[in-house]
């Protein structure tokens, strides 16, 4: 009866209204359904290593499984996990559940990915290597790869990615080894990733080549130590050609540096004009700007100086010893060259038989390399140079003070001349003005006229000056050559004088 009752009461309630009875049977399954849509779009269906995955101990390979999301949960043993080539485009912080301690190695190559939570690699920092190569990504985020401090490869070549946070994307990684930045919108080189204090330790590579950069601190790059210049790989991006481009290029080509001599032909630059046009950095100094030919120079040093040969090798860390002039090996006897804690070999007081061939063999479990130092001593110091610099000095201004008193002594001594406004103005003699300049003053010959009482009387007072004088100085035409010209003048004034009468 009771039993009854309920079945009527039921079928009265819901049965005339199916609106309401979708609506409570959508309330009651749409909760799941949502629940089983999300689990397959955010967290992946579980692993099938028979279909999709094939699982070899402990390396599961999910490759080109047409997965939308990572398969989970993937087992506490996994050590290598490939996803490449799917269509997982974000990467959230709950694609793994639990802690892949073991977990080393991370392939998510080709995958259109381009969504990176931040919390992304919180249950997988043993990580090694990671792949994210060939993928949409557009920036990578502050402190992103934090939690990977074991990292020591980074694949992040053929993304869209325009700009690097400074350090601050990369913080976090303290053994990374090997950075691969290539075929991306960077526009600017991350120098701090190899620059003293803020460089990361272990980084031996950097590869930024097939990107937008436009300018290089070529001082900067000269200044590194070769083991960083032999994995900083910057080829193929817009650089426009220059002499200090050429610089770079050309000294890290004959230290035979992998950066430049693996991809010589692919250093290009940009050279200026219309059209502008693609040329190889090493051709620089051919026919395009005339650069200077870059040598490897002998080092030069003096007597008594202190020098220091670097022995700067391709690789980090080698083990080196050297040999002196004439392949002697190093003694503890020598007390004039000592080998520094990093290898280098530190000369000095410098002696004149200490000129020679130095070589530094430095050797590792993978590179051997020998590196040659030509020191040329010369047999003076540098003091004495300095001493001979201060006496050019000194002869110089010596000789610019005598040329200052010369012109002094010919436009600024006291007037003397004839011309001078405290004497009379008379004639000067043609003949005595020829000299005035170079000799002496000007000789004055003095005419006096008296007129006499008598008629047409006139007398003649003539200069008696000894020829041999003039102004008190020697005659500089010699005494003939003065009586020659003197029987000139008076025959001269003979000729003027002829029409008054001579007594006998």
Not at 64 to 73: C, S
Not at 133 to 138: M, T
Not at 215 to 242: D, M, R, V
Not at 362 to 371: E, G, K, P, S
Request: glycine content about 4%.
């Amino acid at each position: 009866m009771v039993g009854d009752c309920i079945t009527f009461h039921t079928l009265e309630l819901y049965t005339p209204n199916r609106s309401v009875l979708r609506r409570s049977v959508f309330l009651l399954v749409g909760p799941l359904l949502w629940s089983q849509h999300a689990s397959g779009q955010f967290i992946g269906g579980p692993l099938d290593c028979q279909k999709t995955c094939v699982c070899a101990s402990s390396i599961i390979s999910c490759s080109k499984g047409n997965l939308t999301n990572p398969p989970t949960p993937l087992p506490k043993y996994t050590s290598v996990l490939d996803l490449s080539f799917n269509s997982i485009s974000r990467l959230r912080a709950e694609w793994t559940p639990i802690v892949l301690s073991r977990l080393h190695t991370l392939l998510l190559s080709h995958n259109g990915l381009f969504f990176l939570s931040s919390e992304a690699f919180a249950h997988v920092t043993r990580l090694r290597y990671l792949d994210l190569s060939s993928n949409r990504l557009r920036q990578l985020d502050e402190y992103m790869f934090e939690p990977l401090e074991n990292l020591e490869v980074l694949l992040l070549y053929k993304n869209s990615i325009s700009q690097i946070d400074r350090s601050a994307a990369f913080s976090g990684l303290v053994n990374l080894q090997k950075l691969y930045l290539s075929h991306n919108l960077i526009s600017r080189f991350p120098l701090e990733l190899v620059k003293d204090r803020s460089r990361i330790e272990t980084l031996t590579l950097l590869d930024v080549s097939s990107n937008r950069i436009k300018a290089l601190t070529f001082h900067e790059l000269q200044a590194l130590p070769a083991w960083i210049k032999n994995g900083l790989y910057f080829h193929n991006n817009p650089l426009p050609c220059s002499c200090d481009l050429f610089n770079v290029v050309a000294r890290w080509h004959l230290k035979d540096l992998s950066s430049v001599v693996d991809f010589k032909d692919e250093h290009t630059c940009i050279l200026a004009g219309q059209p502008k046009r693609k040329v190889v950095t090493l051709e620089l100094d051919k026919a395009y700007l005339n650069c200077s030919e870059v040598k490897i120079m002998d080092r030069e040093a003096y007597l008594e100086q202190f020098v220091v040969l670097d022995c700067d090798t391709k690789q980090r860390d080698m083990v080196k010893t050297w040999t002196l002039p004439g392949n002697i090996p190093m003694s503890p006897a020598n007390k004039s060259a000592i080998i520094l804690p990093d290898g280098n070999l530190q000369l000095g007081p410098l002696k004149e038989d200490d000129s020679g061939v130095y070589t530094c063999h430095a050797t590792a479990d993978t590179l051997n390399q020998t590196l040659c130092f030509t020191l040329v001593v010369f047999n003076s110091t540098t003091n004495a140079n300095s001493e001979n610099l201060k006496t050019a000095y000194t002869t110089l201004i010596a000789c610019l003070i005598s040329i200052v008193m010369v012109f002094v002594y010919l436009y600024l001594t006291p007037c003397r001349c004839a011309c001078c406004p405290s004497q009379d103005p008379e004639k000067d003699d043609p003949l005595g003005s020829l000299h005035s300049s170079t000799v002496s003053d000007t000789q004055n010959y003095q005419e006096t006229e008296s007129e006499k009482g008598n008629e047409g009387g006139r007398d003649f007072a003539y200069d008696t000056k000894d020829p041999l004088e003039q102004n008190g100085r020697l005659n500089p035409k010699g005494e003939e050559e003065w009586k020659g010209a003197n029987k000139k003048r008076k025959a001269s004034i003979s000729s003027v004088s002829s029409d008054t009468p001579m007594m006998v």
